[in-house]
């Protein structure tokens, strides 16, 4: 088509002298866009050809761009140019100036699929007039009696018929076709199936029975292969579950709602299953105190006795400190013991060695115990005392600690993966198989969450000084240390002395009142109010003469109108004190810790755990930190503000001597840092720097069974699809005969397969095709139990599945668009000949939807047209929903397709999976598993049983 003049002037009848329908503009925007981003060559690609741009400038840009993406090269101005370049078509294009321009030019990239539904919208329209007006010439010539034009006047309607329907361009290739042309191609397919014994030229799916019903899986098929979601893998419905703003439970979380994930970051809920009843229960309790019901199949991430012995390496011995620190060490040991022996403190050891010796100084005077104490002055803002500290031999002491440095770690190994584990499992391995029975299994703590600084009403440090030593009724203090008082004084807090030994008020800084020059004579002052604008000295009277009248002053936080520098009454009695602040975040009377200090910024939660621990904490010799109070609401807080600092903590309680029954308890929170957590000097003296092995993890000491709760599982959309429950915030993690076709399809029958899966990382489908294929425990891979056999086996099949044409992509939230792109991206490369999705119901389309059903049913459409599309067999897992779970018999059936009944209606093939000892563990067709084909378009219906092998993560045929 040849290109108007777009700036021409009509000379003519406007019907006669028109533009072509076109959108330059957004050809333009289209083309930025796909040379600003990877995915909206995605978006743009789905919509428009080279043939629907207007200007041919514009269509070697499209082609260029797209020989660049099909590559898997980077399209941008650059190599779009030197692709142009090497075409010699780049002075076609308009130069290498023009690609920066269309650059420019584009508003936004997000928008390109818009743009480019503009595009081929007017594309459209240009192949409409064009059509016409073949048709206007078409009905000319059959009048005229032109050569160009023969046949009847039918022939002719056909032709213009065809004119229009050329219109769309549609992507398939075949058209309407005889059957006189298809009964050859029948007959062929009929001896080949013959000449196979029954198989088909479909895909083999592995499963004898299967295959010969269905002749295998055929191009252009969608095979729903459904059951119920994870087999289990479900907690209790009142099981806490920490939020970036609080709480939830279980039972209330929805899809979209933000929970916490083990590195301690917010992570979204993608999917949440139905409540499950009937299920097999375990209460699951950890060494801190804390017991979670959860049910067999619910996986945690833990690491066990074999593999933090065996993982991890070391080369040669080593120490904690260097050589040259160890060389000092027994230099000054060697002098000390020539010397008569004195007495020394810790501090001072320390302050002569050096504060890399804190640690070893503090574990052997613990050791070899003190030969006395000594009196030492503390000079205090009110009174000075005397506190009485321990005091050590100086000879023994270094000799001790010399010896210690000098003595190289013995060096037990960290495992450096977590196994993913079962409760069942857990229960079965919940102690190690020697002599002292120790504990297995151990959960790692939580990573400090991260979250986001927030405006609180107190400084973080005075709230917990307050908590820890304040009185209950009044913003008054009990302090003994100015180092307390002067870091409250630093954070704008007044600390002023009351009656009584070593009490303090505390109060809101005044602010000083601001110079201001008097407006008649210019004189500075400081006025007593607001709105007094004159220094007083004969000027208040002719300050009406240059100035109109005072602007009132108002409350700062409300804006009405005030007298003086206060606030309102209202807002002064919510904010106005220190008191009114601690009455209205309600700790005055009831003493805890509100849930925006627990949920701010690390560092605001250190502040707060500093204020705490000074007023009313203590280091222990051992290296513990501890806290304790009579309040058990106050204690469980601080437990909940140490656990998400990544530390473990466990809460203790014994009986003291109290003015009543609630005081005569007292909870103390016990936990060991590595970094140091008292503000006080004095206090972080005494407290061991480094932690030992496994105060960064939890063990769990008991499983048991308990009677079936209702139960309910999420995922969460992080890369180790791991949350965190339970008040003390416990990581815990969130499809098998679906890869086991895909793993057929690729090993044993060489066809190229790819597997998108939402559900499950690259690592974990890589163990379970180990396992399957090798016959290696799955269990014993992930805990590191593996024999020489097993490395043989794994060894052995490690080529085969190397050179097995198989793809993974375990892309997070993997959309049908991207989903499509890749799937033609390896149709075409690779030719690859079946599609597995894992899962359906986890997939999103990032657009609004009036209902989820709605949108499930568009991606079963999507997945039906894409195995029209590219001619392959599409095997999509789905859900179902918890119908099996209130029948006897406990067997799906068709109707229990999850959210949406277009799955049924676009597959091809359905496949429900039962497994009878889920729900009967003490059934006599215990590992064995049904495949009902629920809906078969081409073949009978029937039920097929299989052999589940759970420690190998596959099925198989059942034996003959």
């Known amino acids: 088509m040849t290109l108007a003049n777009e700036s021409r002037v009509a000379s003519g009848p406007a019907e006669y002298d028109r533009t072509p329908p076109q959108a330059v503009e957004a050809e333009q925007s289209v083309l930025g866009a796909m040379m600003l981003s990877k995915d909206a060559i995605a978006d743009a690609v789905e919509v428009v050809r080279p043939g629907d741009f207007y200007r041919p400038a514009h269509q070697l840009v499209f082609d260029a761009i797209l020989d660049l993406y099909g590559r898997g090269e980077p399209a941008d101005p650059i190599t779009v140019s030197a692709e142009l370049t090497r075409a010699g078509q780049l002075v076609r294009a308009g130069g290498a100036n023009y690609l920066h321009t269309l650059v420019n030019t584009v508003p936004t990239a997000a928008n390109a699929g818009y743009y480019a539904q503009i595009v081929a919208e007017r594309a459209t329209l240009r192949r409409l007039v064009t059509a016409g007006t ?77 295959d010969e019903i269905t002749n295998g899986l055929h191009p252009g098929q969608m095979i729903t ?186 060096g037990w190994r960290r495992a450096q993966r977590s196994a993913v584990v079962t409760t069942a499992q857990i229960a079965t391995t919940l102690r190690c198989a020697t002599a002292d029975r120790r504990l297995n299994h151990a959960v790692a703590c939580t990573a400090p969450l991260e979250l986001p600084e927030r405006p609180l009403p107190l400084p973080p440090y005075l709230l917990g000084a307050w908590l820890g030593d304040g009185a209950s009724s009044s913003a008054t203090l009990t302090c003994a240390d100015d180092q307390i008082l002067d870091r409250i004084r630093a954070e704008g807090i007044a600390v002023k002395p009351v009656a009584g030994a070593l009490r303090y008020r505390l109060q809101f800084a005044q602010t000083e009142r601001s110079v201001r020059a008097c407006e008649v004579c210019g004189r500075e002052f400081h006025p007593a109010l607001p709105q007094v604008r004159t220094c007083g000295q004969s000027c208040g009277g002719r300050v009406s003469a240059v100035s109109g009248p005072p602007e009132m002053p108002t409350c700062p936080d409300c804006g009405i109108r005030v007298y003086g520098w206060r606030r309102c009454t209202s807002c002064h009695a919510k904010r106005g004190t220190v008191q009114a602040v601690l009455r209205t975040i309600g700790v005055l009377g009831d003493k805890h810790i509100p849930a925006e200090y627990l949920r701010a910024s690390e560092a605001q939660r250190r502040a707060l755990l500093a204020g705490l621990l000074d007023t009313d904490g203590f280091a222990t010799a051992g290296g513990s930190a501890e806290f304790g109070v009579t309040s058990l609401r106050l204690a469980q807080d601080v437990r909940e503000l140490v656990v998400s600092l990544g530390y473990r903590a466990a809460l203790r309680s014994k009986a003291v001597r109290g003015r009543t029954p609630a005081s005569s308890t007292c909870y103390t929170v016990a936990f060991t840092p590595a970094d140091r957590v008292f503000g006080l000097d004095r206090k972080a003296v005494r407290q061991v720097s480094a932690t030992r092995s496994g105060t960064r993890s939890r063990y769990i000491t008991d499983v048991r069974p308990v009677e079936s709760v209702p139960v309910r599982c999420v995922q969460v959309g992080n890369d180790d699809h791991m949350y965190l429950a339970g008040r003390t915030m416990i990581p815990t993690h969130n499809s098998t005969l679906a890869l086991d076709i895909a793993r057929n399809a690729a090993v044993k029958h060489g066809k190229p397969t790819v597997i998108f899966s939402l559900e499950m990382g690259k690592l974990e489908i890589m163990m379970r095709l180990f396992s399957a294929e090798a016959g290696v425990a799955l269990q014993n891979m992930r805990s590191g139990h593996m024999s020489d056999q097993d490395w043989t086996r794994l060894a052995r099949r490690s080529s085969e599945l190397a050179e097995a044409p198989l793809y993974i992509d375990d892309s997070p939230n993997l959309t049908m668009m991207e989903i499509r792109s890749k799937a033609r991206r390896l149709r075409q490369r690779q030719d690859v000949q079946l599609i597995v999705i894992d899962y359906l119901q986890l997939m999103t389309s990032g657009k609004r939807v009036e209902s989820r059903q709605q949108e499930v049913s568009e991606f079963s459409r999507s997945m039906k047209l894409l195995a029209k599309e590219l001619d392959v067999p599409v095997v999509a897992l789905s859900q179902l929903n918890r119908g099996p779970e209130q029948r006897t018999d406990k067997r799906p059936l068709l109707s229990d397709l999850r959210e949406s009944g277009s799955i049924e209606q676009d597959s091809d093939m359905v496949l429900l999976v039962h497994r009878p000892d889920l729900y009967e563990p003490e059934t006599e067709r215990a590992g064995e598993a049904d495949l009902i084909i629920a809906k078969h378009r081409n073949g009978p219906t029937a039920t097929i049983a299989v052999a589940f092998q759970g420690r190998y993560s596959r099925f198989a045929d059942m034996p003959s």
């Open 134 to 210: 073949r048709i206007v010439q078409m009905g000319y010539d059959t009048a005229s009696g032109s050569a160009n034009i023969l046949g009847s006047v039918d022939d002719v309607v056909d032709r213009a018929q065809a004119e229009v329907y050329e219109i769309t361009e549609r992507r398939t290739s075949e058209d309407y076709v005889h059957i006189e042309s298809l009964l050859q191609t029948t007959l062929d397919e009929i001896d080949k199936i013959s000449a196979t014994g029954g198989i088909g030229t479909g895909i083999p799916t592995g499963f004898h029975q299967l």
């Open 225 to 410: 292969v459904a059951g119920r979601p994870g087999s289990g893998k479900a907690l209790a419905l009142d099981t806490p579950l920490p939020t970036p703003t609080g709480w939830t439970t279980m039972g209330a979380v929805q899809v979209g709602d933000f929970l916490l994930g083990a590195d301690g970051k917010p992570t979204c809920v993608v999917a949440a299953t139905d409540v499950m009843h009937g299920r097999p229960c375990f209460e699951v309790e950890f060494s801190d105190g804390t017991v979670i019901t959860a049910d067999a199949e619910h996986q945690w991430r833990t690491t066990t006795r074999a593999s933090r012995r065996t993982s991890g390496s070391r080369s040669g011995l080593r120490w904690t400190l260097t050589a040259m620190c160890r060389d000092r060490a027994a230099r000054l040991a060697a002098s000390y013991a020539a010397e008569p022996d004195e007495t020394i403190t810790i501090t001072e050891f320390v302050s002569e060695l050096g504060e890399d010796f804190r640690t070893a100084v503090q574990k052997e005077a613990w050791r070899i115990g003190s030969v006395g104490r000594a009196p030492r002055p503390v000079r205090g803002s009110v009174r000075a005392y005397t506190w009485s500290t321990p005091v050590y031999s100086r000879r023994a002491l270094s000799a001790a600690v010399a010896e210690r440095v000098h003595r190289p770690i013995s």
